[in-house]
Structures are given as C-alpha cells and as structure tokens.
C-alpha cells in the first residue's frame, strides 16, 4: 500500500492548510494589502509546501526505495538519514 493512501487524512489536511494559505495571499493582494503583508503570507505558503514536499519524499524513500519487508544495513541506514536530511535542508 502506497504511504500517501495510509497518511491520506493527514496529507489532505495539509494541502487544505496550503490552500487556505493561498487564498490568503489572493485576498491580500484584492485588498491591495502592503507587500510586507503579501510576502509574508507567500512565505508560509511556501514553507508549508516544501514541508509537504518532504513529507512526501521521506515516505517514498521509506516506502519504495528500500523495502520495507527488508531490514537496512547501518551503511544503509545512515546513507538514508544524510539523504533525507540534505533533502530537508534544502526545503527549508
């Protein structure tokens, strides 16, 4: 089963988060709101997205690169945390 079917809820509870998140900005730019304002909303819309990006990602590396039925070596224990760590770094 695909990690996205088994954290359905919780994803599509982000991506409602996010959406809002982008209706904010649409309503701070009808409202000619300050461009702080709207940078600011588009900011954490952004950091929202890329949270749910790596979300995704670690799931799929978790899920289909390495078996699951498998257990990892260290080597490849440690190979799939600096991964997902330089991932997250990179989405931050």
């Known amino acids: 089963m695909a990690h996205t079917i088994q954290d359905k809820n919780k994803l599509l509870h982000r991506v409602r988060r996010i959406r809002g998140q982008v209706e904010a900005i649409e309503k701070a ?19 929202a997205m890329n949270a749910l990006m790596c979300e995704i990602v670690e ?3 978790m899920h289909h690169v390495h078996d699951p039925q498998k257990r990892l070596t260290v080597e490849e224990t440690r190979a799939t945390e600096v991964l997902l760590d330089v991932i997250r770094a990179y989405l931050k």
Do not use: F, K, M, W
């Not at 300050?34 to 600011?40: I, R």
């Open 59 to 61: 799931g799929h590396v």
């Open 29 to 47: 730019l009808e409202a000619e709101q300050d461009c702080y304002d709207v940078l600011q909303t588009i900011a954490a819309c952004r950091g």
